[in-house]
């Protein structure tokens, strides 16, 4: 059973150009979870979806970011006009339902860097 | 709104020393608590969890106990190698779905 995937693993953008990072959950796992660590800091809360929902935003900043998760294909974490400041690891982890026990699953992360 | 608090690191041991990272939380209800491990360049995984008060987690020599009365989930280990190189963060879930909370994570360096 392949993990949590994430692609791709390091991209670089120039800044005002847009940013698209793509999570495929485990197999099985219909609830995905983006997070974002910035440079010696732990892993702050982004968005929580499930297919084709959103269920909590509230860590996402309220411009430039956008989630998604279709009904068919990965999840699309988008950052439209990058700037110096969105540099960081993005990590996607999914579980296979919600519920406070059930532990998420990270896939390796995408390491964004805006020159 | 919930938080995790955890002992600044970096941690310099010597090989089979014996770990403690404190770990103390602020959480509405009863939430799950968790330690995951991040090696250099990877993703986080998941340590050892526990679900309710007075349950040991453990996993690869690690264990944390969750202590309802002091909000605490402290990580010990016996005898640490090399190997147990990483940044250690304390998580907690709440509120009826997972939305973890982290820590700021420690890091742990063990010289041989």
Same mark, same amino acid.
């Given at each position: ?57 509230? /860590?996402?900043?309220?411009?430039? &970011?956008? #989630?998604?998760? %279709?009904?068919? =294909?990965? @999840? ?8 110096? /400041?969105?540099?960081?690891?993005? &990590?996607? #982890?999914?579980? %296979?339902?919600? =519920?406070? @026990? ?14 | ?112």
């Amino acid at each position: 059973n392949a993990g949590v995937m994430q692609n791709p693993r390091h991209l670089v953008r120039r800044r005002g150009q847009e940013a698209r990072l793509r999570c495929s959950p485990m197999k099985g796992h219909s609830h995905v979870y983006w997070y974002r660590q910035l440079p010696e800091e732990g892993l702050k809360f982004m968005v929580y979806l499930q297919k084709e929902n959103i269920i909590d935003e509230s /860590g996402m900043p309220k411009e430039r &970011f956008s #989630a998604e998760f %279709p009904k068919e =294909g990965p @999840s699309i974490l988008r950052i439209q006009q990058v700037v110096r /400041g969105d540099s960081a690891a993005y &990590f996607c #982890a999914s579980s %296979p339902t919600g =519920g406070t @026990s059930y532990e998420q699953y990270f896939g390796p992360g995408t390491r964004l860097t805006v020159t | 709104g919930d938080s995790v608090t955890q002992m600044e690191g970096p941690v310099t041991l010597s090989e089979e020393a014996f770990l403690t990272i404190n770990c103390t939380y602020t959480a509405t209800g009863y939430p799950s608590l968790f330690w995951y491990v991040q090696y250099p360049g990877e993703g986080l995984q998941l340590l050892l969890k526990a679900t309710k008060a007075d349950d040991k987690g453990s996993n690869k020599g690690f264990e944390a106990t969750y202590r309802k009365e002091t909000t605490s989930f402290h990580l010990e280990k016996g005898s640490v190698q090399v190997s147990d190189s990483a940044v250690y963060f304390c998580a907690l879930s709440s509120g009826g779905y997972q939305k973890v909370t982290f820590g700021t994570g420690t890091k742990l360096q063990v010289i041989p």
